[in-house]
């Protein structure tokens, strides 16, 4: 994230009461797809180059929109903004049943999708797909979200070659087996990793450049730090949209050039944070934001912003300290951190959960509360005369947020310590059992669209060993851990509302963590981009797009 520390409390209060105001118009709600044109190219520019384009590996934010665009996978989420593009839906999956224990899901497939060389999407393409991300050599981030499929560790640890749970039954009939029910699988086979591949797909952890297409468009060109060329796929048979005859995506220009040339439309996107963050307010006074047929746009992500308090510090260790963890959040200052992301940033928050997935409910006072706080402080067992924040500096605004923190705490009587890292370190570092620090800035986007994507990773102690810790608040509360197993075995909205319940009620009573931050993407178009959407999981959506 490459946001800056520079502008005024008025400027941040001003841009986030026009967020507020423009997601109830989310972006891209107001472009209607009966209106869309085919036909044209749409041309992206980037300063540095996605991460892969193979679906196995492809993991970075800025490959994601181009996987949901090549990709038909067994279920997905819709072509829309805001809360309506995170509802479930299948989509190669025509009908499908789970048995009465939970832990045996069969698919039947549409008959109807197709490869961009013609070969049709059959329930091996799956079977194979999930055999290529499970292999050690591939070394695919897949593995997390694969080990209760039965037979999943055998080849992931090179025991197997194959998922002994995961069989076609016939040539479009798919069956999972899992050791246990759970409740997100289905949201977890809409992350890109199982997306269908054709037989013989080589397996190398440099990645493959020309992979299947099986959604609206395939990869009909990559060269490395140069561009990705995308085209429709012509056997495409799906509901998605796709709109314009190809997509070139070119790597290298400055933000500054590529705005110019947004302007000038000679580029119809700058992707990811591809303008200068400067420009945000002439753009948003120029063009409006989220305007029907407009150029501005700012969409909201599902990301967050929080400090981890770290559970095996003394500081925070034992009941005796849920009034310091409440006093924390009482004198934080959310305001000012949300400042140091800038104008249009996106929106301070006290929760994990972003109101699509979440409860829209304020607990702690935006600007803190002091004299609410050193009540709570008063009553913690231990009073810390100092704490030491790990924060990482890849985000220039970091510096600025931790120095809130510290003067948030300073409001309170408590002096921090911080200790910068560029980012891979800090999270080594606070992954690792028994690091002395007290509390850790971290950001973390879900890998799909369910709390699931939170709550396991973040917090469930079950999940906590020596390294590589993503709990690093070291939260282990069997009360919580079964509540989380147990919002994990439903499904529907009975699911939602427990993750919801959860969230809120550990914050009211409980805080493993101080969140702060919910981010957005503003998005500067050229005069002849028409049907921008922004998705709040996949970001822009290629498919929808269409030319003036």
């Known amino acids: 994230m490459t946001r800056r520390f520079s502008l005024s409390f008025g400027m941040l209060a001003a841009g986030v009461a026009l967020l507020a105001a423009t997601f109830a118009h989310p972006a891209g709600s107001t472009n209607d797809a009966t209106e869309a044109r085919k036909g044209g190219t749409l041309r992206l520019s980037r300063h540095t180059d996605i991460d892969f384009v193979d679906p196995g590996l492809a993991y970075y934010s800025t490959s994601t929109s181009l996987m949901y665009a090549t990709c038909a996978n067994l279920f997905t989420y819709p072509d829309a903004p805001g809360a309506a593009g995170l509802r479930l839906i299948p989509e190669v999956v025509r009908t499908y049943t789970v048995s009465r224990d939970g832990r045996t ?137 796709a709109n314009v005859d190809e997509i070139v995506w070119t790597f290298g220009m400055s933000q500054a050039d590529c705005l110019a040339a947004t302007e000038e439309d000679r580029i119809d996107l700058c992707v990811e944070f591809g303008i200068p963050q400067t420009a945000y307010r002439r753009l948003a006074d120029t063009y409006g934001v989220n305007r029907p047929g407009g150029r501005f746009f700012v969409g909201q992500r599902l990301d967050v912003w929080y400090f981890a308090f770290n559970h095996e510090r003394p500081t925070f260790r034992g009941p005796g300290q849920i009034p310091l963890k409440k006093a924390i959040n009482y004198a934080l200052d959310r305001q000012a951190l949300g400042e140091t992301f800038g104008y249009l940033g996106g929106t301070p928050d006290d929760q994990l959960l972003t109101a699509p997935l ?93 709390p699931a994507g939170y709550f396991e990773p973040l917090l469930n102690g079950a999940n906590i060993g020596p390294t590589g810790n993503l709990n690093a608040a070291y939260f282990d509360d069997p009360r919580v851990n079964a509540r989380i197993a147990a919002a994990g075995r439903l499904r529907g909205a009975v699911r939602r509302k427990a993750w919801a319940d959860l969230d809120v009620d550990l914050m009211r009573t409980n805080p493993p963590w101080a969140p702060y931050f919910h981010t957005t993407r503003p998005n500067f178009v050229s005069q002849s981009y028409g049907c921008f959407l922004y998705h709040p999981f996949y970001g822009v959506d290629l498919a929808a797009a269409c030319k003036k």
């Open 358 to 450: 979440g409860r829209d409910e304020a607990i702690y006072p935006v600007a803190g509360d002091v004299a609410r706080a050193q009540r709570w402080l008063a009553r913690a067992a231990r009073k810390p005369a100092g704490l030491v924040l790990y924060a990482f500096t890849d985000r220039p605004g970091n510096v600025a947020a931790a120095q809130v923190f510290a003067s948030s705490m300073k409001r309170i009587g408590i002096g921090v310590e911080v200790k910068y890292f560029e980012q891979l370190t800090q999270v080594r570092k606070v992954g690792t059992r028994g690091e002395p620090f007290d509390v850790a800035m971290l950001a973390w986007t879900t890998d799909y669209a369910d």
């Open 105 to 241: 899901y069969t698919f039947d497939l549409r008959r109807t999708f197709r490869f961009h060389s013609g070969a049709q999407v059959t329930a091996r393409s799956y079977v194979d797909a999930f055999n290529r991300v499970a292999n050690p050599k591939l070394g695919s981030p897949a593995t997390p979200y694969m080990r209760e499929i039965v037979g999943a560790e055998a080849v992931i640890a090179g025991r197997a070659k194959t998922i002994s749970g995961v069989r076609a039954l016939g040539a479009y009939r798919l069956q999972i087996r899992l050791t246990q029910p759970v409740g997100d699988f289905t949201a977890r086979l809409t992350m890109a990793f199982f997306c269908p591949i054709l037989p013989n797909t080589p397996v190398d952890p440099k990645g493959i450049d020309d992979p299947a297409g099986s959604g609206p468009y395939y990869v009909a060109e990559r060269v490395v730090n140069q561009r990705v060329i995308l085209k429709r796929n012509p056997y495409y048979r799906g509901n998605r949209p």
